[in-house]
């Protein structure tokens, strides 16, 4: 069981905006940064969200990170079928330990 | 540009150990962290530790403290992690950035255990 909370699954067809929720705690989110990574089938994870809502060079605007109190959420808009993948919430937690969240698989139907 | 390289898959058996090799290239080796992550078949990302390549000095998860330990050689720019664990997954080696969030990955290595 992860320590931080994502929901298992998420969907929706091309062109749609997509939320994946990130829950956690006062140990974790509340006073850390989040990142969130993105997993195709068959490759290594891949930085999509830095410092809660920033994104590194190369990564589309269609992504976007948000953070308030211990929850966090990526926001996916004008969804491509090339966004089908996993998805992973990531923070520190006070144990000077990261925690990555379940993962969220999205299926662009 | 900015790389990490790690080993080749490995078979191992039940209750021997195994030593998987992280190699940087393309940016300074004791700048940055080197943390690993572990993903179990069909499971999700699990932290598991880092190592300062600078000091060696080294965090673990509660997890993994008794099973895994990392360490780094500064003339070749490697990090090894050595694993007392029987379970098969995929091992990622992947660098803390200026940004505080793992910006470089390495490739996986898959550990199988029979």
């Known amino acids: 069981q992860s320590v931080l909370t994502q929901p298992p699954s998420a969907s929706g067809t091309p062109g749609q905006r997509v939320i994946i929720s990130c829950s956690g705690s006062s140990s974790n989110i509340e006073f850390n940064y989040v990142s969130w990574y993105q997993q195709l089938p068959g490759s290594a994870p891949k930085l999509l969200i830095y410092?809660?809502?920033q994104r590194p060079s190369g990564v589309p605007d269609r992504f976007s990170g948000s953070k308030s109190g211990t929850s966090a959420s990526l926001a996916i808009s004008g969804l491509r079928s090339e966004d089908e993948a996993d998805y992973y919430c990531a923070a520190w937690d006070d144990s000077l330990t990261r925690v990555f969240g379940g993962g969220t698989k999205l299926t662009v139907l | 540009q900015v790389q990490l390289v790690q080993s080749g898959t490995e078979v191992k058996k039940p209750g021997a150990s195994v030593k998987v090799s992280c190699k940087a290239s393309?940016?300074?080796?004791?700048?940055?962290?080197i943390h690993w992550v572990r993903q179990a078949p069909g499971q999700g990302l699990e932290w598991m530790g880092r190592?300062?390549?600078?000091?060696g000095g080294t965090n673990y998860a509660q997890k993994f403290k008794d099973v895994f330990t990392l360490t780094r050689n500064t003339s070749t720019n490697t990090v090894y992690m050595e694993l007392r664990s029987d379970d098969t997954a995929i091992y990622y080696c992947?660098?803390?950035?200026?940004?505080?969030?793992?910006?470089?990955w390495g490739q996986g290595t898959i550990v199988t255990v029979s």
């Open positions: 190592i300062n390549p600078k000091s």
């Open positions: 410092r809660n809502d």
């Open positions: 992947t660098r803390e950035g200026d940004v505080g969030a793992f910006d470089v």
């Open positions: 393309g940016y300074p080796f004791t700048v940055y962290y």
